[in-house]
């Protein structure tokens, strides 16, 4: 049963990603049909890593101390609620206040992963649980980034039945979750935890702890700002908004296969630290010559390539952290880890338009990701193996 359970869990982790990029390719749109400005159309994608950033440690302590199933279950109430909300979307404020709460829901959905993992899976098969976790994830971007502009349409004609079609999907995933996952009944695999935020604190004393999130800062950084100003980069080599979509598509696609093979390899191989290495490294040779050249054909093999390397690297940060915290911390380890990545979202992306400034030359930007990823790979360095030889 523990995998139809980490199935579930992972229906939910695809919708909230869904529901969060759900506007990405519909900002013009948006701002058409709303007569609004770009900045405020941005808000329904940049709340939730501002949500996160801001509410990833209650999440983490909540689910270390009441349970990942009660704390999901909160959550995954408060985005259907939210995902229905957006149905009456006459006003631009009303489908603010929806995509709101969805992104409050976020961090109590995702940061239950590797307590859910911790409570079902042994070591030796924690990667690879995690993988298939944060594949589905990487799914739901997919569909976030590409079903609703299908279904809304080019005329925007879908715009209120793809409301629709995202709040029943939502529903329906969150009701399978709440009837279909129970916590384990073995008591020695009750994990729960009354340290509280003092314990999550506690938690960045840990050397190893601290250069995960260090990691996690500067690559969910990376990612974050890479998916969000590729389409600028590249429009300066002649590559346009479809075709740019496309790259980012297959970034994403490699993620999605690399996150479903590369933790496998992981678990077998009995390694964490060199999958982290490889991850990091990876990138910083692949970042410069997909964000420069204008061969389509090459941009999409470079991009693959990236996300089958790099992306995977988000599920072994995921479990290293609750290898090396201890079950009990689960929660607060990958609340801690989340709350780095998505500060670095905000970080990455906002120097990334600063050393922009001019609008015209993105060179700074370029050379600034490049650093960034070569600072992860000397930071991988030297964090300590986490997973356990007799596991």
Same mark, same amino acid.
């Given at each position: 049963m523990k995998w139809l359970y980490l199935i579930l869990?992972?229906?939910?982790?695809?919708?909230?990603?869904?529901?969060?990029?759900?506007?990405?390719?519909?900002?013009? *749109? %948006?701002?058409?049909?709303?007569?609004?400005?770009?900045?405020?159309?941005?808000?329904?994608?940049?709340? *939730?890593?501002?949500?996160?950033?801001? %509410?990833?440690?209650?999440?983490?302590?909540?689910?270390?101390?009441?349970?990942?199933?009660?704390?999901?279950?909160?959550?995954?109430?408060?985005m259907s609620i939210g995902s229905i909300v957006r149905i009456f979307h006459e006003s631009f404020w009303v489908l603010l206040a929806g995509q709101c709460l969805i992104a409050i829901a976020q961090?109590?959905?995702?940061?239950?992963?590797?307590?859910?993992?911790?409570?079902?899976?042994?070591?030796?098969?924690?990667?690879?649980?995690?993988?298939?976790?944060?594949? *589905?994830?990487?799914?739901?971007?997919a569909l976030g980034i590409g079903l609703t502009p299908a279904l809304v349409g080019p005329d925007g004609a879908g715009y209120h039945s793809a409301m629709i079609t995202m709040a029943v999907i939502t529903v329906v995933c969150s009701i399978l979750f709440i009837l279909g996952v129970k916590s384990n009944p073995n008591p020695s695999a009750n994990f729960t935890?009354?340290?509280?935020?003092?314990?999550?604190?506690?938690?960045?004393?840990?050397?190893?702890?601290?250069?995960?999130?260090?990691?996690?800062?500067?690559?969910?950084?990376?990612?974050?700002?890479?998916?969000?100003c590729l389409e600028q980069i590249q429009a300066k080599y002649g590559i346009n908004a479809d075709d740019?979509?496309?790259?980012?598509?297959?970034?994403?696609?490699?993620?999605?296969?690399?996150?479903?093979?590369?933790?496998?390899?992981?678990?077998?191989?009995?390694?964490?630290?060199?999958? %982290?290495? %490889?991850?990091?490294m990876g990138a910083t040779l692949l970042c410069y010559p997909l964000m420069t050249r204008s061969d389509l054909s090459l941009l999409y093999v470079l991009a693959g390539l990236m996300g089958f390397i790099f992306l995977p690297g988000y599920a072994i940060l995921l479990t290293s952290s609750e290898e090396e915290a201890g079950k009990q911390k689960a929660g607060a380890s990958t609340g801690l880890i989340m709350l780095f990545g998505n500060a670095g979202g905000i970080v990455v992306i906002a120097a990334m338009q600063m050393l922009n400034n001019d609008g015209e030359n993105w060179m700074p930007a370029i050379y600034f990701c490049v650093a960034i990823l070569a600072l992860a790979s000397i930071f991988s360095l030297f964090m300590k193996e986490t997973f356990k030889k007799t596991a």
């Open positions: 869990f992972a229906l939910v982790a695809l919708v909230s990603q869904m529901l969060w990029l759900n506007f990405g390719a519909l900002i013009n *749109f %948006l701002k058409a049909h709303y007569t609004i400005e770009e900045d405020l159309a941005m808000l329904l994608i940049m709340a *939730f890593p501002v949500f996160y950033v801001l %509410l990833s440690i209650n999440a983490g302590v909540m689910i270390d101390k009441k349970g990942y199933k009660k704390v999901i279950t909160f959550g995954v109430i408060l961090p109590y959905i995702i940061n239950g992963i590797s307590k859910l993992v911790a409570d079902w899976f042994p070591e030796k098969e924690a990667g690879s649980a995690v993988g298939i976790g944060t594949a *589905f994830m990487f799914i739901g971007m935890s009354s340290g509280g935020l003092k314990e999550f604190l506690g938690l960045l004393k840990n050397k190893n702890i601290l250069i995960l999130s260090i990691i996690s800062f500067i690559s969910l950084g990376f990612f974050n700002g890479i998916t969000g740019s979509g496309m790259v980012t598509a297959f970034l994403i696609l490699g993620g999605i296969i690399g996150a479903a093979i590369i933790p496998i390899i992981s678990d077998k191989i009995k390694k964490r630290k060199i999958i %982290l290495m %490889l991850a990091a």
